[in-house]
């Protein structure tokens, strides 16, 4: 049989009664710092912090990016998170498939190419209308000057903010 230790709150053992763990607070645990609480979890897991500032919260999932990849040569993934597949599909074209989906497609994506040549092209990363909750499509154009450009494989690094589904 398992061992069990009921508690409404966690101090610490100087006595200072205003720092601890408050369990006490239905469905959620809260962090508290001078009698303040600095972190809130609730029975879903989110989990929300206080801010630099000390007087905002921060929802922490919200905050954090749900994919990210760094790409070597085209279509070969060099780290990522949350991509289940990474496919060369033409010229400057990566599809990524996501190991978990988004809740939806619009999510807020950054994306930088990479140029391992030292010159005056700029890569300009696009995001395809190909992007589901399921994969992102990103297609890399490089510019030379003002007005030559070309769709050409490149390095890239992406990373995407929005929801889990």
Do not use: W
């Amino acid at each position: 049989m398992a061992s069990e230790i009921k508690v409404d709150t966690i101090v610490n053992a100087g006595g200072d009664n205003d720092t601890g763990i408050d369990l006490a607070t239905n469905d959620q645990i809260l962090l508290k710092v001078a009698n303040a609480t600095r972190l809130t979890m609730n029975s879903t897991g989110q989990t929300t912090i206080v801010g630099e500032g000390g007087t905002t919260t921060t929802n922490l999932q919200q905050g954090l990016a749900k994919v990210f990849l760094r790409t070597g040569e085209p279509g070969v993934a060099v780290d990522s998170f949350n991509i289940a597949s990474n496919t060369d599909s033409g010229t400057g074209l990566h599809t990524s498939g996501y190991s978990n989906n988004m809740s939806g497609a619009d999510n807020a994506v950054v994306c930088v190419g990479v140029n391992g040549a030292v010159n005056t092209s700029t890569i300009i990363c696009e995001v395809s209308n190909a992007e589901s909750t399921s994969q992102i499509q990103v297609l890399t154009v490089l510019l030379v000057g003002v007005s030559s450009q070309s769709q050409s494989d490149h390095s890239l690094g992406l990373s995407i903010f929005g929801d889990l589904a």
